[in-house]
């Protein structure tokens, strides 16, 4: 049985968590970033935290082009901090610096914690607020 790609949305106070695991597709990506868009629509969060750690694959450069411009699309601004490794994570940062040149305040980070951090200066508020 193939693993397939999964999801969590949790609320922080007024930051959004997103856990990603699972094989990855740039479909699926996405569709979620898609997800995200609605539900900071339908509830306004102060920050946006991606957790991809346990995401699997390799994406191509175009795809970390896409995924720069699909919260461009989806009209997110942030501040919005991703967290992965390699290969998901692009070392050079593409997607992150394809999303900046556009207007949104997103940053990629290895770690947590330090995400968490760069959230905080950026809203001047803890999700436990």
């Known amino acids: ?71 461009v699309n989806e009209q997110l601004t942030g501040p919005i901090a991703v967290v992965g490794k390699e290969p998901m994570l692009d070392p050079r940062r593409l997607g992150e610096a394809v999303a900046r040149n556009r207007g949104v305040n997103v940053r990629v980070f290895t770690d947590e914690a330090a995400a968490r951090v760069w959230l905080r200066e950026q809203t001047g508020v803890s999700p436990e607020n």
Request: hydrophobic share 50%; glycine share 8%; net charge negative.
């Open 1 to 71: 049985m193939t693993a397939q790609p999964e999801a969590r949305f949790v609320r922080e106070g007024d930051w959004l968590v997103v856990r990603m695991s699972g094989p990855y597709s740039v479909e699926w990506f996405l569709s979620l970033v898609s997800q995200i868009g609605a539900a900071v629509r339908a509830a306004p969060v102060t920050a946006i935290l991606i957790d991809t750690l346990e995401v699997y694959g390799a994406p191509t450069d175009l795809d970390r082009y896409r995924f720069g411009m699909a919260p």
